[in-house]
């Protein structure tokens, strides 16, 4: 049975509703219940108007137009979409006759719950980008198959742009997996009551993300301090070691915008408070930073240990993540401890009420959110019990709450937000969050990943996004390779949405074995811009001055991605759509509207590739040589070089990006 309910249009057969809704701009909502009820839940979506639609009902069949997207059901309950040419998207692979497979199969579990499998029809040439943060060489997924699960450095935001000119969210925060294969595209669950995509036609991917931002939030306005140079290290031990470090910089004459105190500065995880025996005075400190022009961020786990001072109160007001089998030991680093419950609204308020007694009421406005999958010891999904559900059916919510308790509570006191967060979901840039790419390794094949991944969070709707310069894992200033490495990976990241050095370096420090509080934890060495002899200093400064020269620019670009959507980050089809070439580079990006960057990612290279897309011409920085589109060169870079190209019809001057 096809009918039409309250501007929907809906079938209904042997209990199974199927209920198709105009969303958005050019946006169709699906959503469907094998026990013919739909939850209601919105999941990464927001409140929308109803747009004006077009339904029609045959005796076969219905169709819904939204726009320049169409939405046909069979009698067979076989869905398939359409552009306003009526071309092929999209169609739901039903199999039946004899093999009798369909679409859309939901295998009963216990407690009314279901294992989802959602099959596509394949386009083998159709290229797909998006899905969050994958650690490996590919910026097309088409052909690959990925586990919809956060991990450190493995961020699922199930959102992807298509080349044939749709986009497309899987609107479901259940741990699942995902196959972008030649025969089939496959989506799975491994537990819901219910199935809900929302599918979005355009005919450029600007038009596609524009209409997908704004089904799941912009990202705010980002606050002018983000744009500059940003200072961290695991970790400075103490109040004065992050003050001598700060001095240091305004004594050479460098601006430094955020410098981050880092974990384990606190007595126990979960008191959510300085150590008073290493930070005596937080006040003083965070005002003698601001004088010299620099803010305090520090990093908040989500992490409870049962000596903290917050653990009773937690445990018995049900604010804790709790395992349905066995005791409730969720991670152990120093301590063993468990993880708060930021899905719960109450507990998301009970952090953000310590937090601000004992951070924001001391003068501090930045927060690093780190362990935001969160990192269990042992990812045993359907063991771990949240307020919104089991954590195989909402575990990927996890870190967009993390972020909403403290762009609430920030919001509430009328600052402006940015949080830099381990991991991230569909929705979470609304929530001012600045994801980067966890404990990476310090090698040019893990450069070469964050290259890629960057650009598909930007093409997920996750257009803040930064890595650690050099990798996080251990690498040693001292070492020639490890310099050359670093200098190549400082000269890309000065054209990401944050500049931010970070990072476990050589040598090894262990903690005291006397101490207590926040010295029970070890660090690394100096990661600081002269920790990596005078070449490597050099190239930092003059990057660095750049990158304040430039702040004009990023801010456009950053008020372009709160105003519409527009990540300053993306790959060059974004700008380019009718350039099939620009389809297939993934080593290159703009951005902002003006600025190619072709990135040095392999170890002792001095020259490069560079493909410059058709539709205008552009200038070379390094020696203002103007070149047509549409064609492919070798340029040459010399270790303090990075090849940049600007738009010949923008109004940049290419001697003003020269360092």
């Avoid at 320049?68 to 006759?97: C, H, I, P």
């Avoid at 940003?230 to 955020?258: C, F, H, M, N």
């Avoid at 650690?468 to 949405?497: H, K, M, N, Q, V």
């Avoid at 390094?622 to 270790?639: F, Y």
């Amino acid at each position: 049975m096809i009918y039409e309910k309250n501007g929907a249009l809906v079938r209904f057969f042997n209990s199974e509703l199927v209920q198709i809704e105009p969303f958005g701009k050019n946006g169709i909502r699906v959503r469907c219940s094998p026990n013919g009820r739909l939850s209601g839940e919105m999941r990464a979506l927001l409140e929308l108007p109803t747009p004006s639609t077009q339904i029609t009902v045959g005796e076969d069949f219905g169709e819904l137009v939204n726009g320049k997207v169409r939405a046909r059901v069979d009698k067979n309950g076989m869905l398939s979409f359409y552009n306003q040419r009526g071309e092929a998207l999209l169609t739901e692979a039903l199999r039946l006759n004899p093999l009798k497979r369909p679409a859309r199969m939901f295998k009963p579990q216990l407690l009314g719950k279901y294992e989802l499998t959602m099959s596509f029809e394949s386009d083998p040439e159709e290229k797909i980008f998006g899905m969050g943060q994958y650690q490996y060489e590919f910026l097309n997924l088409k052909g690959c198959t990925l586990e919809m699960a956060h991990r450190n450095s493995q961020a699922s935001v199930p959102f992807y742009i298509s080349s044939l000119g749709y986009g497309f969210l899987w609107n479901l925060p259940a741990i699942g997996e995902v196959s972008f294969s030649r025969n089939i595209t496959q989506f799975k669950a491994m537990q819901t009551d219910e199935l809900d995509y929302l599918i979005i036609a355009g005919d450029t991917p600007a038009e596609i993300m524009e209409a997908y931002m704004e089904a799941v939030g912009r990202a705010p306005r980002m606050p002018e301090l983000a744009m500059g140079f940003w200072q961290s290290k695991l970790r400075y031990q103490t109040q004065d070691e992050l003050l001598s470090v700060a001095r240091k910089y305004k004594e050479i004459g460098v601006p430094l915008s955020v410098i981050v105190c880092d974990f384990f500065h606190w007595p126990h995880q979960g008191d959510f408070r300085f150590d008073y025996d290493y930070w005596p005075e937080p006040e003083k400190m965070t005002a003698e930073l601001a004088k010299m022009g620099t803010e305090l961020m520090v990093s908040v786990w989500p992490t409870i240990e049962f000596g903290s001072e917050n653990y009773k109160e937690m445990l018995e007001r049900g604010l804790l993540i709790r395992n349905d089998r066995g005791p409730s030991n969720h991670t152990e680093f120093v301590h063993p401890a468990v993880f708060y419950d930021a899905t719960n609204p109450e507990a998301r308020e009970f952090v953000w009420e310590v937090v601000k007694r004992n951070y924001y009421d001391k003068g501090i406005r930045l927060f690093w959110l780190d362990e935001a999958e969160p990192e269990f010891m042992l990812y045993d999904y359907d063991n771990h019990r949240y307020y919104e559900g089991n954590c195989a059916e909402v575990g990927n919510i996890y870190p967009l709450r993390y972020a909403q308790g403290f762009y609430d509570g920030l919001k509430a006191q009328g600052e402006e937000v940015i949080s830099l967060v381990r991991c991230a979901w569909a929705g979470s840039a609304r929530y001012g969050a600045l994801v980067w790419s966890g404990d990476i390794l310090p090698t040019y094949e893990a450069f070469r990943c964050q290259i890629r991944a960057g650009l598909n969070m930007a093409m997920s709707g996750i257009p803040w996004w930064t890595t650690d310069i050099g990798g996080f894992d251990y690498g040693d200033p001292d070492d020639p390779d490890y310099r050359e490495l670093t200098i190549r990976w400082f000269e890309y990241a000065t054209f990401c949405p944050v500049l931010r050095m970070h990072g476990y370096q050589a040598p090894y420090i262990p903690a005291d074995e006397e101490a207590k509080g926040g010295g029970q934890c070890y660090t690394g060495g100096p990661n600081e811009i002269w920790s990596y002899g005078d070449e490597a200093f050099d190239i930092f400064k003059r990057l660095i001055a750049l990158r304040e020269r430039m702040k004009p620019y990023i801010k456009s670009a950053m008020d372009k991605a709160h105003e519409v959507g527009t990540p300053p980050m993306r790959p060059l089809f974004y700008d380019f759509p009718s350039d099939k070439r620009a389809w297939e580079i993934e080593d290159e990006y703009m951005f902002g509207d003006a600025i190619l960057v072709a990135p040095i990612s392999y170890k002792g290279a001095t020259e490069r590739e560079v493909y410059l897309p058709n539709g205008c011409d552009w200038i070379c920085v390094s020696n203002g040589e103007r070149l047509a589109g549409g064609q492919a060169i070798t340029v040459s870079a010399k270790l303090d070089q990075i090849p940049l190209y600007i738009r010949a019809d923008s109004k940049l001057d290419y001697k003003e990006l020269q360092y």
